[in-house]
C-alpha cells in the first residue's frame, strides 16, 4: 500500500520528472491549455495551482519562487500580470483536467488540463437560488385569452393529462414531447 506517499514517480529519475514538470508548467502558463497523460496531469495540478497562489501575493519572494519554478521571464511575467488575476475572487481550484479517450500508440489515458476561464458576472443573476412565482402573476395569464377550461387544474389520472387538454387553444405549447408531422396523402 501506498500510504503518505507524497508524489507519482512517472517512471523517471528526479532530475527527469523536475524538467518533465518545468517544462509542462511552462507549456500550461503559455498557452493555458495543454493535452497530456491523466498522471502527468494530476501531478502538474498541484503545481500549477501553488502557481496561481503565488501569483496572487505578487511580492519580490513570490516573483522569485515562480521563476525558480519556471524559469521563463515572459511566462513568469504573464502568470503575474494576467493569470493571477483572474482568480483573485477563488480561494483555490484554479485548473480543469478533462479526460479525452486513449492514445493510439500505447493506450495511454490522455487528458486535457486547462486553466479555468474567467469568471463572467451577470447582473441579478444569483448561484443556486431560484426566484418562487407569485401567486398574483397567474392571474394575467389567464386574461390574455385563455379559457377557463386550459386554466383549470389537473384531473386525478395519467400523469401529464388534464381534462383542460382538449379545450386548449391551437397554438399552446404542452409539456408532452411532440410527435413528428406524417406526410399527407396527396403529396
Known sequence: ????????????????????????????????????????????????????????RDTLHARRHVFSLLSDKKNTEKLFSGLAGRFSARAGGYTRIVRTGYRAGDGAEMAILEYLPAEEKKAGARKGKKKKATPGKEKPAAAKGKTAKAAAPKAPGKKGESKAKAGKPEGEKTSRKRTPKKPEAGS
Open 1 to 56: 500500500m501506498r500510504h503518505a506517499i507524497d508524489h507519482r514517480k512517472l517512471r523517471r529519475n528526479p532530475s527527469h520528472r523536475k524538467a518533465l514538470l518545468r517544462n509542462l508548467m511552462n507549456a500550461l502558463v503559455r498557452s493555458e491549455r495543454i493535452e497530456t497523460t491523466v498522471a502527468k496531469a494530476k501531478e502538474l495540478r498541484r503545481l500549477a495551482d501553488r502557481l496561481i497562489t503565488l501569483g496572487k
